[in-house]
């Protein structure tokens, strides 16, 4: 089996020999953990409940990086908060996670904004193209750029965001692929939803596609056998 950085430096190989290549990766749990805006949602909502539930918010605080689930409905499971304050949780999280603020939590998969930036030194452009709608454009862009990722300008890096909150991410994905194709040639993706990087590998045949091995919603989605599996950018 190949490497992790043989197959980060092969797809940097094909970036540096295709005319007008582009490099498209998703941002939460891809280039982004939400790890930590998850916890800060968890702390908020312990602090707001202290007073009436003291045993459950300890619960919450209790709660480590590594025991998050995907879904917050499935954390406050975990961790045996009661139904009506697990329901209280979710619209609690609901309200706040999209939110620019909260974006700002967000730490770096590692190795992804050397990565992003790499790209562009060989020649190509970095997508990025992400379920986050244009409501979360002012908190995306600034997480970016505090995070050392390459400028989306538009030009050597460019941020393709959803229209509208309630558009599908699968569906809103798979329009955007044929925009992509008429932007020059996707030579590689990566995404952490198995589902969505099979869209690639279907429009793109010949790129290099990767597949976060972070969180994803567990829909029961095989990757196509072509995909690569990394744990994050570092090389």
């Keep these: 089996m190949s490497s992790q950085k043989a197959l980060l430096d092969a797809l940097l190989q094909d970036v540096s020999a295709q005319p007008n290549a582009i490099v498209v990766f998703d941002l939460d749990d891809t280039l982004f953990s939400t790890a930590d805006r998850h916890l800060r949602i968890l702390a908020e909502f312990a ?9 459950a918010a300890g619960l919450l605080r209790a709660i480590a990086r590594e025991q998050l689930r995907y879904a917050i409905a499935d954390t406050a499971k975990d961790a045996g908060l009661e139904e009506k304050l697990a329901k209280d949780l979710r619209d609690f999280w609901f309200a706040r996670f999209f ?6 939590e967000d730490s770096i998969i590692p190795g992804g904004p050397e990565f992003a930036g790499e790209v562009i030194a060989r020649g190509g452009r970095s997508f990025y193209m992400t379920g986050r709608d244009e409501g979360m454009r002012e908190g995306t862009e600034a997480s ?13 890096a460019t941020l393709i965001l959803k229209p509208r909150f309630d558009a599908p991410d699968f569906a809103f994905k798979n329009e955007a692929l044929h925009r992509l194709a008429e932007m020059g040639t ?15 590998v ?5 790129g290099r ?6 969180k994803h919603s567990g829909k029961p989605v095989a990757p196509h056998p072509s995909v690569f599996r990394i744990k994050d950018f570092q090389r």
């Design 99 to 104: 939110k620019n603020p909260y974006l700002l």
């Design 202 to 206: 279907e429009r793109f045949p010949k």
């Design 186 to 200: 996707v030579v590689g993706s990566f995404e952490n939803e198995p589902a969505h990087v099979n869209l690639f």
């Design 144 to 156: 970016l750029l505090r995070h050392g990722f390459p400028d989306p300008d538009g030009k050597a």
């Design 209 to 214: 596609h990767f597949l976060l091995e972070t």
């Design 47 to 55: 602090a707001a409940i202290e007073t009436q539930n003291a045993r």
